[in-house]
Nanobody, 124 residues
Framework: VQLQASGGGSVQPGGSLRLSCAAS????????MRWYRQAPGKQRELVAS???????KYEDFVKGRFTISRDHAKNTVYLQMDSLKPQDTAVYYC???????????????????WGQGTLVTVSS
C-alpha cells in the first residue's frame, strides 16, 4: 500500500489550501485516516483524523479552520485548510490504518502506512 499526498504550496496568511492523499496498491480496506504535520525543528504532531463512519477529530490548534473528509470509493482523504496562519507552516503527512487481506480483517490485524509528505508554507 502507498499513500500519495498532494496539494501543498505557498499561501499568504488568511489563505486556503486543500490537501489530498490517495491510497493505492493491494489491500482489503482502509480504516482510520489521519493528517499529521511536522514544523521545522519540532516533533510530528497529529492534526486531524477521520474514521470509516466519517467521525472526525481535530486538535485544538486547527478547530474551526481545518476540515478533514474522505471518499471511500477513491480511498482518498482530504484536508481543507482555511484561515491559514504562519504557524501552520509544516510538512503535512497523511497516515492510514488498513487491512492487507481478508485474513487480516478476520483477526483485526491493522497495519499502518505513511505518505511522503507535502510542504505547506504560510508567509506574507
Amino acid at each position: 500500500v502507498q499513500l500519495q499526498a498532494s496539494g501543498g504550496g505557498s499561501v499568504q496568511p488568511g489563505g486556503s489550501l486543500r490537501l489530498s492523499c490517495a491510497a493505492s496498491g493491494r489491500f482489503f480496506s482502509i480504516d482510520d485516516m489521519r493528517w499529521y504535520r511536522q514544523a521545522p525543528g519540532k516533533q510530528r504532531e497529529l492534526v486531524a483524523s477521520i474514521d470509516t463512519g466519517y467521525m472526525t477529530k481535530y486538535e485544538d490548534f486547527v478547530k474551526g479552520r481545518f476540515t478533514i473528509s474522505r471518499d471511500h470509493a477513491k480511498n482518498t482523504v482530504y484536508l481543507q485548510m482555511d484561515s491559514l496562519k504562519p504557524q501552520d507552516t509544516a510538512v503535512y503527512y497523511c497516515n492510514a490504518d488498513y487491512y492487507k487481506d481478508t485474513e487480516d480483517r478476520a483477526i483485526n490485524n491493522l497495519l499502518e502506512v505513511w505518505g511522503q509528505g507535502t510542504l505547506v508554507t504560510v508567509s506574507s
